[in-house]
């Protein structure tokens, strides 16, 4: 399985992008990278997933680099809300159905 | 999407004794999953529930200590057995998005747990 790593803990001032980095370099070339966050007490969402193409949704931007071993999930305009922990997942896939696998995330805080 | 409720949404229990938690999806999905979350963790996985067959267990969880049951296409359960205050978590379970996009889930807002 390939395993994704990611800063423990990141800030972000609100109105501002924030910029969150998963490192992935064992990827294989059929894994998609998902993203899901958890805000305080609630159960995790899906944010967005890409192969190797960038991608976006209302939510937020996914930019993977052109050798897979890495991406950015972008927040353009970081509000309090945002305040979250976020997931990288490498998508493991078996037979009929997938598992979602979550590492420990990045906890992001958005300042005031 | 799918809209996803639990059942307690938290209990206090005595060690020795079993919760069971409910599951309920707003459509007909195939895939259903238990995650359980300690204190200040991330989640792990606790099983897969499809429709129709036995629930397949990830490493270090057994079916006797967590009973899975997946009736239907809307519902599942998972009874936590013979507490312990180490199993003191957050449970939640996930669904498989019903459109059929693999790899993406939806979640529960998750039962907390709370065993003395």
């Known amino acids: 399985d390939a395993k994704t790593t990611q800063p423990t803990s990141m800030d972000c001032a609100e109105g501002r992008a924030a910029n969150l980095p998963c490192n992935h370099s064992?990827?294989?070339?059929?894994?998609?990278v998902y993203w899901y966050r958890q805000i305080h007490s609630q159960g995790p969402q899906y944010i967005i997933h890409g192969l190797k193409n960038n991608e976006t949704n209302e939510m937020a931007s996914l930019i993977i680099t052109e050798d897979r071993k890495s991406s950015t999930l972008i927040l353009p305009h970081a509000t309090l809300r945002d305040t979250a922990v976020y997931y990288c997942?490498?998508?493991?896939?078996?037979?009929?159905?997938?598992?979602?696998?979550f590492g420990p995330g990045t906890s992001l805080s958005v300042i005031p | 999407s799918a809209v996803i409720s639990q059942k307690p949404s938290r209990d206090i229990c005595q060690r020795g004794t079993s919760l069971t938690i409910q599951c309920q999806v707003d459509?007909?999905?195939?895939?259903m999953f238990w995650y359980r979350q300690q204190p200040g963790q991330s989640l792990t996985l606790i099983a897969t529930a499809n429709q129709g067959s036995e629930a397949t267990y990830e490493s270090g969880f057994v079916i006797d200590k967590f009973p899975i049951s997946r009736p239907n296409l809307t519902f599942s359960t998972l009874t936590v057995s013979n507490m312990s205050p180490e199993d003191s978590s957050i449970y939640l379970c996930?669904?498989?998005?019903?459109?059929?996009?693999?790899?993406?889930?939806?979640f529960g807002p998750g039962t907390r747990l709370l065993v003395l």
């Open positions: 996930s669904v498989e998005d019903p459109q059929g996009r693999r790899g993406t889930q939806y």
């Open positions: 997942i490498v998508r493991v896939e078996y037979t009929g159905y997938d598992k979602v696998i």
């Open positions: 064992t990827i294989s070339g059929n894994e998609y």
């Open positions: 459509s007909q999905v195939t895939m």
